[in-house]
């Protein structure tokens, strides 16, 4: 019988099918390494082929990560990946390349020479998040972990019978994270596309918001990783809910992390966004449903790619 609140003493079989299983749970819960960097890229994708892409890019880089910190425990490497500040310290590296990428996606250089007066008066234009970008956040975010990870890393890691099958529990866990983010971008991305917005107000929109949570999610990241090294212990504070599913179990820091980006920066923004192109640029009824009813995004917008858009 499964049991995904703490495992133990597991048939090889069993071993396996738990890893997969707890990595569905890890993709659906509020989890702090995947949803606000899903969220960003998807919506920055503003359309449901390229969100479930961009789910897809970096999932399964979280997935080589996953295998190899699995092959790694299966070693002894254990204790060197669940250090109480290992996870702080992914936070800033975390922190710091999504703050970049946010400043890639809005420009933000070159609209600071354009402030300045040293750079042309012409529009300074968004980019679109490049291909590479969610691959390495995602095995950046890998290491990070929680209790999904040290399950992984203590229990179902070290009952392979050899070193040819250590890998494995940390790939399958991160196929099911995979199975779940990558429908997640592909919803997130169609929620997008169906604003009733015209082609060029949508990617605008959609590129605000992912450039505003990247840079603002990635500012968060820092602070909480700043705290946590310098206040030991934080990562404990947290409300216990008396629900038995690990990220749902208790509440602190990481869902804080979670609730603040993906809602308050990313969905904040982009309705802010929807309203302020509408104020700007009316239409009527008729013409929003019929735009959302026969949406024209998925075929003719700019897809997300190494040369941008």
Same mark, same amino acid.
Do not use: C
């Given at each position: 019988?499964?049991?995904?609140?703490?495992?133990?003493?597991?048939?090889?079989?069993?071993?396996?099918?738990?890893?997969?299983?707890?990595?569905?749970?890890?993709?659906?819960?509020?989890?702090?390494?995947?949803?606000?960097?899903?969220? =960003?890229?998807?919506?920055?994708?503003?359309?449901?082929?390229?969100?479930?892409?961009?789910?897809?890019?970096?999932?399964? =880089?979280?997935?080589?990560?996953?295998?190899?910190?699995?092959?790694?425990?299966?070693?002894?490497?254990?204790?060197?990946?669940?250090?109480?500040?290992?996870?702080?310290?992914?936070?800033?590296?975390?922190?710091?390349?999504?703050?970049?990428?946010?400043?890639?996606?809005?420009?933000?250089?070159?609209?600071?020479?354009?402030?300045?007066?040293?750079?042309?008066?012409?529009?300074?234009?968004?980019?679109?998040?490049?291909?590479?970008?969610?691959?390495?956040?995602?095995?950046?975010?890998?290491?990070?972990?929680?209790?999904?990870?040290?399950?992984?890393?203590?229990?179902?890691?070290?009952?392979?019978?050899?070193?040819?099958?250590?890998?494995?529990?940390?790939?399958?866990?991160?196929?099911?994270?995979?199975?779940?983010?990558?429908?997640?971008?592909?919803?997130?991305?169609?929620?997008?596309?169906?604003?009733?917005?015209?082609?060029?107000?949508?990617?605008?929109?959609?590129?605000?918001?992912?450039?505003?949570?990247?840079?603002?999610?990635?500012?968060?990241?820092?602070?909480?990783?700043?705290?946590?090294?310098?206040?030991?212990?934080?990562?404990?504070?947290?409300?216990?809910?008396?629900?038995?599913?690990?990220?749902?179990?208790?509440?602190?820091?990481?869902?804080?992390?979670?609730?603040?980006?993906?809602?308050?920066?990313?969905?904040?923004?982009?309705?802010?966004?929807?309203?302020?192109?509408?104020?700007?640029?009316?239409?009527?009824?008729?013409?929003?449903?019929?735009?959302?009813?026969?949406?024209?995004?998925?075929?003719?917008?700019?897809?997300?790619?190494?040369?941008?858009?």
């Amino acid at each position: 019988m499964l049991n995904l609140w703490n495992p133990s003493h597991l048939a090889f079989g069993l071993s396996l099918v738990t890893a997969f299983v707890l990595g569905i749970v890890h993709g659906v819960t509020p989890d702090e390494h995947t949803w606000p960097i899903t969220f =960003s890229y998807a919506v920055g994708s503003y359309s449901t082929r390229r969100g479930l892409r961009a789910g897809l890019i970096f999932s399964l =880089s979280f997935t080589l990560q996953r295998a190899i910190a699995s092959e790694l425990a299966f070693l002894g490497l254990a204790p060197l990946m669940t250090l109480a500040s290992g996870n702080f310290w992914v936070y800033l590296v975390v922190g710091a390349v999504m703050l970049g990428g946010g400043k890639l996606v809005l420009n933000r250089p070159r609209r600071i020479l354009k402030a300045m007066g040293t750079a042309p008066d012409a529009e300074v234009p968004l980019q679109d998040p490049r291909l590479w970008m969610p691959a390495v956040h995602g095995f950046i975010a890998g290491w990070g972990f929680g209790a999904f990870a040290i399950i992984i890393y203590t229990v179902l890691a070290p009952a392979m019978p050899s070193a040819a099958w250590g890998w494995v529990p940390g790939a399958l866990f991160g196929l099911g994270t995979t199975f779940v983010q990558a429908l997640a971008g592909a919803g997130i991305g169609f929620w997008a596309s169906r604003r009733g917005l015209d082609p060029v107000s949508l990617r605008a929109a959609a590129l605000k918001t992912a450039g505003r949570t990247l840079f603002w999610g990635g500012a968060t990241f820092l602070v909480a990783g700043l705290l946590g090294l310098l206040i030991p212990g934080i990562g404990n504070w947290t409300f216990d809910t008396g629900i038995r599913v690990h990220n749902l179990a208790h509440l602190g820091l990481a869902f804080a992390i979670v609730v603040f980006v993906v809602l308050g920066v990313g969905v904040g923004s982009f309705v802010f966004e929807i309203r302020k192109l509408g104020r700007l640029h009316p239409l009527s009824d008729a013409v929003a449903k019929e735009r959302v009813a026969h949406p024209i995004v998925d075929s003719a917008a700019t897809p997300m790619g190494p040369t941008g858009s």
